[in-house]
Nanobody, 114 residues
Framework: QVQFVESGGGLVQPGGSLRLSCTAS????????MAWYRQAPGKQRELVAQ???????HYWNPGEGRSTISRDNARNELYLQINDLKPEDTAVYFC????????WGQGTQVTVSS
């Protein structure tokens, strides 16, 4: 059974940074296109970034300038570094397959506030 467990969120001030982690079990993430998503209160879940099997990346929100997706194949973990956090980045962040999502984990809450 595939499971994703996200961690690393928290309360940060505007301009701060966070590194989110996603630990996968029941699958090998380097064999798939993986993605980070986020869901803000009252809004639909949206794509943040994806990483292909060959390491190629693509970004949506908040964009490549402030976020970096990476992967540790040995640990079977996916990461998302977000810099210069803004209040509009406040959301629950999730990881999952980019295509054919499986059951969502609990996500990790990111709250950006002064």
């Amino acid at each position: 059974q595939v499971q994703f467990v996200e961690s690393g969120g928290g309360l940060v001030q505007p301009g701060g940074s966070l590194r989110l982690s996603c630990t996968a079990s029941g699958t090998i993430i380097s064999n798939y296109v993986m993605a980070w998503y986020r869901q803000a209160p009252g809004k639909q879940r949206e794509l943040v970034a994806q990483m292909a099997r060959n390491g190629e990346t693509h970004y949506w929100n908040p964009g490549e300038g402030r976020s970096t997706i990476s992967r540790d194949n040995a640990r079977n973990e996916l990461y998302l570094q977000i810099n210069d956090l803004k209040p509009e980045d406040t959301a629950v962040y999730f990881c999952n397959f980019r295509w054919q999502n499986v059951a969502w984990g609990q996500g990790t809450q990111v709250t950006v506030s002064s």
